[in-house]
């Protein structure tokens, strides 16, 4: 018998997912009409685990190139790119080579993360005349 307390759906809030019973959740209207899929061992999708020397490393390097990380091993990714405005540790970019440096962060983090894992990116809105949105450009990528 597991020590860790189950826990079930609440109608407002959220609490932990260890041991949850997420079966209400399940039977719901908008999960009735279609199976769910069942994911194989074997499947395109599955976990890979980290090996041993990437554990807990901290990387101090651009994320275009996360070649230490093998494929599908990261569950969270939180980044806050520059936002090329001139500080000491940017380069001075034009908007293309911006974004397409950004596009090369996006194409590793999706090599790199698990299936199901989530990439958190924190951006700024940049001037006020023009006001440069951004958040927008970085999500549109």
């Known amino acids: 018998m597991s020590s860790r307390q189950r826990t079930e759906m609440r109608t407002f809030g959220a609490s932990r997912r260890e041991g949850h019973d997420a079966s209400s959740f399940y039977r719901r209207a908008m ?15 599955s976990d890979n685990s980290a090996r041993e020397p990437t554990l807990d490393q901290l990387y101090c390097k651009s994320s ?3 070649t230490e990380i093998p494929d599908n091993c990261v569950h969270l990714m939180v980044t806050s790119p520059p936002y090329n405005v001139g500080k000491d540790y940017e380069q001075d970019l034009s908007m293309d080579e911006y974004l397409h440096m950004l596009r090369r962060v ?11 894992g ?19 450009l970085v999500s549109s990528q």
């Not at 899929?37 to 499947?43: A, L």
């Not at 990439?119 to 927008?136: I, Q, S, T, W």
């Open 64 to 66: 275009e190139s996360m």
């Open 31 to 45: 999960h009735s009409d279609r199976p769910m899929p069942v994911p194989t061992e074997q499947s395109e999708h």
């Open 106 to 116: 996006w194409r590793e983090t999706y090599r790199v993360l698990a299936p199901g």
């Open 118 to 136: 989530r990439a958190c990116v924190n951006v700024a809105n940049l001037g006020r005349k023009p006001y440069l949105p951004l958040n927008a």
